[in-house]
């Protein structure tokens, strides 16, 4: 059961509530979003609706969440300066950069 | 599987037919005569909770487990234990008697939010389709039911044979 | 450099099971995992198991891995977490990576239950963000109560599309529609009905042609397929939806058995190449055991019983378990896989198994 407007679950039939976790503030391209400590960064993202998480070198092509377990890449985005981080499997921690990555990403780019 | 259930394969619901077979479905005489399971199991799965769950063993499987379950109409209370006990949400309870005009079908239900009694549905039938009317008259939530509610709803007599799901007023269709 | 007894690579059903045997018997034993949690794919599995009351049938996955794990640390289970196994040298030795760097862990048995891995299904728009494999939908919604989409098309009618799509529905998303191929629904009956009853149509012999929107899923567009397998003309529909859950098969992820040598073999039944392995799950290497998806595509259960045979053997190998015990540990467990494996899906794999048990014994071809 969804609040409307939220992407985050809120109760559910079977898993009941979600447990408790503090509320940390991550930084996504410059703009700051609320985030549960600990959980992954790709997780942060899609309840904040964001979808797209990189482009490619060659075409410039969109790309997003796909198998949520560490093993395909797609969800790569740059996080505190280092490209290429699987962000499935990337837990948040408070004041945590994450960049949209364009192509293989650039070493030591910290801001937007 | 029973006589192949092609239709069960081609659509992903019995037909009339296909369940007239199973050794889990009375006949209409014995839903006429008031309340009692019906277990809509057509496949060779190694599954037996509902063997192990019924107080009255009014349900057997034996071995291999693979073997559909077939049903003792005469010691079933209408308890409801195997329908939240059934993995595959395939048991359901009828009361074709449960007054003059109105019979009960109750179902397992796995979802949110949970309806509330004297709530107004629209029952659908084994396709989804909407059937009519119909209302929520308990649901009961136990710890023995591990999670999954079960849920009466009152419906004209002579759709507790169709009736084995609902929508709640103001949801959506597809 | 740590030298154990026994060291099971995933703590999946198969690896948590095989190491508790183990370690029951006496032996040391060491589970490693890359993931952060435990449990490989069961905690996501939030609907009843079928089987029997020892498979722990009626049992909700994610409450059947909470005992796995009580089990393994009742029987002194050490169990790594954000550790990958990624080579194995001199035969015996494990290279790890985690956090604080790379390390090797040395053991006489080893068992590599690493699962599988979901299958991507290419076609136009196959790459935007909002496609994602069936999996990805179950991780997000009950591992971290993040729902991946409100308006939902899932591709694929066998066990794990249905079951997805139905946890999509609990999790307060509609599903417009499962897409499947094939003229038949591939995965049990119960589980499709559960889905037509509730409205969400199952559409056989349909194929998604194109999915599209500006950078993330926003239309899916299907055709339904004639006889001759194509596109029947006019039938085209389009389906506003915000995700694409593709559930089109799973694949055995054996690279460590392939580094270790063993002889692999390819087994449609199993989901692909899979080592060969006994009715014990040893391959053809003396020292190294396969169970689980790993060692071919099944149910939770099946790897649990499948890792357990494993440990079993391993303790009797190092002399933990007398010939005798050793039997009659195993027996009750051989005879519920059978019973697992009595039906029509089941017998096919038995099939497939008892061909790669010859295999070991002759020795094949492979990669």
């Known amino acids: ?112 | 599987m029973i006589g192949g259930a092609a239709h069960l394969r081609r659509t992903g619901f019995l037909s009339e037919g296909e369940l007239a077979a199973l050794p889990g479905v009375p006949g209409l005489d014995v839903i006429r005569r008031g309340r009692v399971a019906v277990i809509e199991c057509a496949e060779a799965i190694p599954c037996n909770p509902c063997e192990t769950v019924c107080p009255k063993r009014a349900i057997t499987i034996g071995e291999p487990i693979t073997r559909l379950p077939s049903l003792d109409p005469s010691r079933c209370t209408g308890c409801g234990l195997c329908i939240a006990a059934c993995p595959g949400q395939a048991i359901f309870v009828l009361d074709y008697n449960w007054s003059d005009s109105e019979g009960t079908v109750e179902m397992a239900y796995e979802r949110l939010p949970l309806p509330s009694p004297g709530e107004a549905v629209v029952t659908l039938d084994r396709g989804g389709s909407p059937v009519g009317a119909g209302r929520v008259v308990k649901v009961r939530q136990v710890q023995a039911f591990d999670r999954t509610a079960v849920v009466r709803v009152a419906v004209p007599k002579g759709t507790v044979l169709g009736v084995r799901a609902f929508r709640m007023r103001g949801e959506g269709g597809r | 450099m740590l030298e154990v007894d026994f060291a099971c690579v995933g703590a999946g059903p198969a690896g948590l099971g095989a190491a508790s045997e183990a370690a029951r018997r006496g032996l040391r034993v060491v589970v490693v995992d890359e993931n952060a949690r435990p449990g490989g794919q069961l905690f996501k599995q939030i609907h009843k198991f079928f089987g029997s009351a020892e498979h722990g049938a009626g049992l909700r996955g994610l409450d059947l891995g909470r005992r796995l794990l009580d089990e393994a640390e009742v029987a002194g289970v050490e169990v790594q977490l954000s550790t990958a196994a990624w080579g194995l040298y001199d035969g015996q030795t494990l290279a790890l990576s985690s956090e604080g760097g790379v390390r090797r862990l040395k053991a006489k048995r080893l068992l590599f239950a690493t699962g599988a891995s979901e299958r991507a299904l290419p076609f136009p728009g196959w790459t935007l963000p909002g496609v994602v494999r069936a999996g990805a939908a179950q991780t997000m919604m009950n591992l971290h109560y993040v729902l991946p989409g409100r308006r939902v098309l899932t591709i694929g009618a066998g066990n794990v599309g249905l079951i997805v799509s139905y946890q999509l529905l609990q999790a307060g998303a509609q599903v417009v529609a499962v897409v499947e191929m094939a003229p038949t629904i591939g995965g049990y009956g119960v589980h499709a009905a559960k889905l037509r009853r509730w409205g969400v149509p199952i559409l056989t012999s349909h194929r998604v042609t194109e999915v599209s929107g500006r950078e993330r899923v926003e239309q899916a567009a299907v055709v339904e397929l004639g006889d001759d397998r194509g596109p029947v003309p006019r039938t085209e529909r389009v389906f506003d939806v915000d995700l694409v859950c593709v559930a089109v098969g799973l694949t055995p992820l054996t690279e460590l058995c392939r580094l270790a040598g063993c002889v692999m073999a390819h087994s449609p039944a199993l989901g692909g190449w899979v080592p060969a392995h006994d009715e014990d799950m040893r391959t053809s290497r003396e020292d190294i055991f396969v169970a689980g998806d790993a060692a071919g595509i099944g149910e939770a259960s099946v790897a649990l019983d499948e890792g357990r045979l494993a440990g079993l053997a391993a303790a009797r190998d190092l002399g933990h378990l007398s010939d005798s015990e050793w039997a009659e540990a195993r027996g009750p467990v051989v005879e519920r896989l059978a019973a697992l494996r009595g039906g029509e899906q089941g017998a096919r794999i038995a099939e497939a198994k008892a061909s790669l048990a010859a295999r070991v014994r002759v020795g094949g071809c492979g990669p």
């Open chain 1, 1 to 112: 059961m969804v609040c409307s407007g939220s992407w985050r679950i809120r109760t559910h039939p079977i898993l009941g509530s979600p447990p408790e976790r503090p509320v940390v503030e991550i930084i996504v391209d410059g703009q700051a979003i609320r985030a549960l400590d600990g959980e992954p960064v790709a997780a942060a993202l899609l309840a904040n609706g964001m979808k797209v998480f990189r482009y490619t070198e060659s075409r410039g092509e969109p790309r997003g969440l796909s198998c949520a377990i560490g093993q395909c890449t797609d969800c790569m985005m740059t996080v505190d300066g280092v490209p290429n981080v699987r962000t499935c499997v990337t837990p948040v921690r408070p004041g945590m950069r994450v960049q949209t990555q364009h192509g293989l990403g650039r070493w030591g780019e910290k801001d937007a």
